[in-house]
């Protein structure tokens, strides 16, 4: 059992996320590539598109239509809950409700940060009955795989969850474990000819995995259905609200690079002003991609070194031999320094670089953009959260003038 895997039910659920063997991860990953596919994005926008429309309601009831401090909005906090919104969307057709309820729904994202530290190197965390935690610092779970075995996947409590005696599930799980039992039941109510019509009119990923769960129920079994939508949720909210929040940052605290990206959609022909700009239209903008480029650059969402084991042959880096079964990683805002690919000043935020670049450069920074890893284990999701990022950076930018608040301005 892995530390990072959630628990649902008593049993932990095992993801492409937590497998460390190679043919279990690529039979499943093989599995299910379609559903995460460049081709389904077309899709999957009008699911992105409603929660858009959602989030910007929000803001103009929240904060746009009630100037002076009515007007100021903690934009990352809802950054954060569009991001768990979508991917919720995107899964189960339903959001988790973070928007309309502008709020830590079920303190979910409270429970992955408790999870993270839990995950990483900084404390423990015991998952109590009404799954708040309490947290004793300095231990380092991480560090000290055995403990995992003393909290959260301790014996006894795993026992007493399956069988209902008390819940250690987190809320993404349980919110999963719910989604999947409605939607298998509506599934049983239609007819096949209906089915087919309802599910190629929503096609989210669960509507995806449960065809793949069709055509193999023996290796996608249930419990593995359940264990890719929540996995979608711990691996795509997180990741696509950190890069969002840093595409904002960097822009106002650089108002010549965000004059820039309005001017250019001002000067595309986009459509009407309240209208959610097509992922279609998005992609060829060519300082919006910049200033994705770059945000990903500058602030890559995984802080921590994207882990590797050195395989049965060992490995030489220039004069080095790292030994068989040896923990290697890099970390990608240390990939992301190098002079050498990302041109001159590489601490400093410069979108301008990427449009700089000749082909020949660019294709070689693109290739060492390492935010979404690289390899057989790189992100699945990569044209997901593109999608979600790309359709609303440009809606906002359109429809609102976005600067920092004074009281931000004097805090930093
Ligand atoms: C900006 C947003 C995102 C970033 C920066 C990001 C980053 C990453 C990174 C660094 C990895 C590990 C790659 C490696 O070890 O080489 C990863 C894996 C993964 N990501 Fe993402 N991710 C993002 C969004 C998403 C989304 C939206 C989803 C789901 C729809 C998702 C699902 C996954 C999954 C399932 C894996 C495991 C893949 C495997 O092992 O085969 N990610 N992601």
Not at 342 to 354: D, N, Q, S, T, V
Request: net charge neutral; proline share 4%.
């Amino acid at each position: 059992m892995k530390i990072q895997q959630n628990v649902a039910k008593g049993k932990p659920l095992l993801s492409l996320f937590n497998s460390t063997d190679e043919s279990f991860h690529a039979k499943l990953r093989r599995s299910v590539a379609n559903a995460y596919a460049m081709s389904t994005l077309v899709q999957f926008e009008p699911l992105v598109d409603s929660t858009i429309e959602a989030f910007v309601k929000q803001i103009d009831q929240r904060f746009a239509d009630r100037p002076g401090d009515g007007g100021v909005a903690n934009f990352g906090t809802w950054l954060h809950y569009y991001a768990f919104d979508v991917i919720g969307q995107l899964t189960f057709s339903k959001r988790l409700g973070f928007i309309e309820q502008g709020k830590d729904i079920d303190g979910i994202i409270a429970t992955l940060e408790g999870l993270l530290d839990y995950f990483a190197v900084v404390s423990v965390a015991i998952n109590t009955y009404c799954c708040s935690y309490l947290t004793i610092t300095l231990i380092k779970v991480g560090q000290k795989p055995w403990l995992d075995r003393l909290f959260l996947k301790n014996p006894v409590l795993l026992w007493c969850n399956d069988h209902g005696l008390i819940n250690t599930d987190s809320p993404v799980a349980a919110f999963a474990r719910a989604r999947m039992a409605s939607r298998l039941e509506e599934k049983a109510q239609l007819n096949s000819s209906t089915e087919q019509s309802t599910s190629r009119l929503r096609k989210d990923f669960l509507d995806r995995f449960l065809d793949a769960n069709k055509k193999d129920p023996v290796f996608i079994n249930d419990r593995r259905v359940l264990a890719l939508t929540v996995a979608n949720i711990f691996a795509g909210a997180d990741t696509t609200a950190i890069t969002l929040r840093a595409v904002f940052y960097f822009l106002l605290k650089h108002p010549d690079s965000m004059e820039k990206l309005v001017h250019e959609l001002q000067s595309a022909d986009l459509g009407p002003q309240s209208q959610i700009v097509s992922w279609e239209q998005a992609r060829t903008l060519p300082y919006l991609t910049a200033v994705i480029q770059e945000s990903l650059r500058m602030h890559p969402a995984v802080g921590l070194p994207l882990e590797r084991i050195v395989p049965s042959t060992g490995l030489t880096v220039g004069e080095i031999f790292i030994p068989p079964g040896t923990n290697v990683g890099a970390t990608a805002r240390a990939v992301h320094a190098k002079e050498s690919i990302f041109g001159a000043e590489p601490e400093k935020y410069r979108p301008e670089r990427w449009l700089t670049a000749s082909d020949v450069e660019r294709t070689e920074m693109n290739n060492a953009l390492f935010s979404f890893g690289m390899g057989a284990r790189t992100c699945i999701g990569k044209n997901i959260s593109l999608l979600e990022m790309y359709k609303l950076v440009p809606t906002i930018f359109r429809q609102y003038e976005v600067s920092l608040s004074s009281s931000f301005q004097n805090s930093i």
